[in-house]
């Protein structure tokens, strides 16, 4: 059973305007099965994870690109880059929009590749893990704390219970899970960390201990919602601080975890700035941690980390899904006054609070701590540039219904997002 994806009508566009699709992201998210129903007819699909064709495309890169003629879909690219001048020369001689759709799961080791070998004739396209509009059907746009677009949303979105919101959560976005009935959960995700040790971490030269690097990722899952201290990290995974910050990039640029950074601005005093860490998959990061069922992690230590994660997750894959940068930040100062989330768009801040309850009392009490960069008397010519709006903001929760909590901020379901 096939899950329509929001980011195909994304795909759609790519293909049209470039001669070469790249579509990344981490591994089993569906990319190849997404460009497999999206291909029409002619179109030929061969994998790169085949050691024959693998071979062929890295001995014989002219013969394989003729055996191989697009319109093509060419899976897992970053086994053969030495394909990649000779899809530049293709491309450059046929100018055919839509010829070249390549995959590939390890994006830190192949965008240099294709960024120094296909410059101005790619079009790049990230795929994560399902959101919870794609399972549901619904296919939200990006998220927006916008009341009128919410309202709007109210009679398209399925309402969820808590129990059903944290079934969510455990079970992840990874569209097997929901492809598959009866899918043994701890198995699949035992199964995947095996494949991304073997395959992704062990390309990787300052990667040498598969089990330390193993022991690091469930750390990291440990702290998803949380400052990133590569001290902390090292000290408790038994290395170094420069190896911590290495591997952190490695889950980074395999789509593993993403990092918001905090939010800045000249007016802003004592602002905390460092990134924060989240696991863009709930469910991978559940596995980590040993939390067997969802009713136990919602009843845990770590539930409203996990609430928060599944939250900041799902908004920035609805950015991605519609092609866009997420705009995203976070703010926090040393006085530990902190907004969860900020959205960034069109000079305007739009502060997002993300609480693990029904009524969400005081939550937005943090949010005038903004208010400096929207007054004119703390900018003069030079800053001008730096001054902002503020935004209608919202506080992401387990409400049963979207509601005002006042004239400017609203009380949103997490199952609106």
């Known amino acids: 059973m096939y899950i329509s994806r929001k980011i195909e009508t994304t795909v759609r566009r790519i293909s049209k305007t470039f ?41 014989e890169p002219s013969a394989f690109l003729e ?32 010829d070249f759709w390549l995959t590939g799961s390890q994006m830190f080791h192949m965008m240099k590749n294709v960024s120094e070998s296909l410059a101005g004739r790619v079009g790049v396209v990230n795929l994560f893990g399902l959101s919870n509009s794609e399972i549901t059907g619904t296919l939200f746009d990006s998220f927006t704390t916008d009341k009128d677009i919410l309202m709007k949303r109210l009679d398209r979105a399925r309402r969820m219970t808590l129990p059903e919101i944290f079934e969510r959560i455990h079970l992840g ?15 699949y995700y035992s199964s995947y960390v095996q ?48 190896t911590a910050k290495q591997w952190l990039s490695v889950l980074v640029s395999s789509g593993v975890i993403i990092l918001i ?30 939390w067997q069922n969802a009713a136990v992690l919602e009843s845990g230590a770590m539930a409203g980390a996990f609430f928060e994660t599944y939250v900041v997750s799902e908004i920035y894959k609805s950015f991605v899904n519609v092609g866009k940068r997420p705009p995203l930040y976070y703010y926090r100062d040393s006085n530990t006054k902190e907004i969860d989330l900020i959205i960034l768009r069109d ?53 049963g219904d979207l509601r005002p909590i006042d004239k400017k901020n609203w009380a949103v379901p997490v199952w609106l997002i």
Do not use: W
Not at 266 to 281: E, G, H, Q, S, T
Not at 361 to 388: W, Y
């Open 19 to 59: 001669p070469a699709l790249m579509l990344t992201g981490p591994r089993q998210s569906g990319k190849t099965t997404m460009l497999n129903c999206l291909s029409e007819d002619g179109r030929r699909y061969v994998s790169l994870d085949d050691p024959g064709d693998r071979l062929f495309a890295k001995t």
């Open 67 to 98: 055996r191989y003629s697009p319109p093509v879909i060419i899976d897992e690219i970053q086994y053969a880059p030495e394909i990649l001048p000779y899809i530049k020369i293709h491309v450059d001689k046929h100018k055919r929009n839509g």
């Open 173 to 187: 976005g990874m569209p097997r899970v929901y492809e598959q009935q009866g899918l043994d959960l701890d198995e």
């Open 195 to 242: 494949t991304y040790l073997s395959r992704d971490v062990r390309e990787l030269t300052q990667v040498a201990d598969e089990l330390a690097f193993y022991r690091f990722l469930c750390i990291a899952a440990a702290r998803t919602g949380t400052l990133v201290s590569y001290e902390a990290l090292a000290k408790e995974a038994e290395i170094s601080a420069p």
């Open 261 to 290: 950074e905090p939010y800045h601005n000249n007016v802003l005093k004592r602002v905390v700035k460092a990134p924060r860490m989240y696991f863009l998959d709930t469910g991978l990061a559940a596995h980590l941690t040993k």
């Open 347 to 399: 000079g305007t801040l739009y502060p997002i609070e993300i609480k693990k309850s029904a009524n969400p009392t005081g939550a937005t009490k943090h949010f005038t701590v903004l208010n400096p960069v929207a007054d004119d008397k703390n900018f003069d010519e030079l800053t001008r540039q730096l001054k902002m709006e503020i935004g209608p903001g919202c506080v992401v929760c387990l409400a």
